[in-house]
């Protein structure tokens, strides 16, 4: 079935810890992006990408960067997790920007 | 940066009743407003969107509405079902950029 996926769907994390939150696209989308959802917040924009190669940043990009080495992949990573980053993360692509964005199921991250 | 405002946070209506959810935005470049409904533990889906070369559209049961003097648009929901249910996020973006920007969504409950 064609979309997205993420890994892992849920994790639990050590402060200070290190980690990779993976998001692959099969619609050959050219944009994709990393939100996080919080209670009362809505989806916050953390980065996107246009196109491979080029990423930008979003509403709340502090502690976090990507990667989009290709049209397919676009990781997130959290170099040193804090509790504040205790969220679901949503990956989305569109097939060009603005446009319907198509999300993934998520990622529910917990940081300790 | 552009900033979405939604309003009510929550709305409880009874089943056949409307419901409407408003947004304002400050970017006056926005041109594209979509609407995402979340059902609990899902992913956000789009249901409709408006882009600013019009004033309103419809598809069924639900429509949307823009001003762009006043910079405000919303969605109309009629005949109301129980599987209606949902949180609804309303969103901005501009033409030739990749940031859709989400007001923080609105709870709506519909009683049977």
């Known amino acids: 079935i064609a979309g997205i996926t993420q890994a892992p769907t849920s994790q639990i994390l050590a402060a200070g810890r290190r980690m990779t939150l993976r998001c692959t696209q099969d619609m050959r989308h050219n944009a994709m992006y990393w939100y996080r959802q919080d209670l009362g917040l809505g989806l916050r924009l953390i980065h996107y990408s246009n196109t491979a190669g080029t990423t930008g940043k979003g509403e709340v990009p502090d502690g976090y960067s990507v990667s989009r080495a290709n049209t397919d992949d676009f990781p997130l990573t959290l170099a040193s997790a804090v509790p504040s980053q205790t969220s679901v993360y949503f990956c989305?692509?569109?097939?060009?920007?603005?446009?319907?964005?198509?999300f993934g199921e998520g990622s529910r991250l917990t940081v300790l | 940066g552009e900033n979405v405002e939604q309003h009510p946070s929550t709305l409880s209506v009874q089943e056949g009743d409307s419901a409407v959810i408003k947004c304002t935005y400050s970017d006056s470049a926005s041109n594209y407003f979509p609407w995402y409904k979340q059902e609990l533990g899902k992913r956000p889906q789009l249901i409709i969107d408006i882009r600013s070369n019009v004033g309103e559209k419809k598809d069924q049961r639900i429509a949307v509405t823009l001003n762009k003097t006043a910079k405000h648009f919303s969605l109309h929901i009629t005949e109301t079902q129980p599987e209606d249910s949902a949180v609804y996020f309303c969103a901005a973006s501009t033409s030739g950029g990749f940031k859709t920007i989400f007001g923080a969504g609105t709870r709506l409950f519909v009683k049977a």
């Open positions: 989305a692509s569109s097939e060009q920007g603005p446009g319907e964005l198509f």
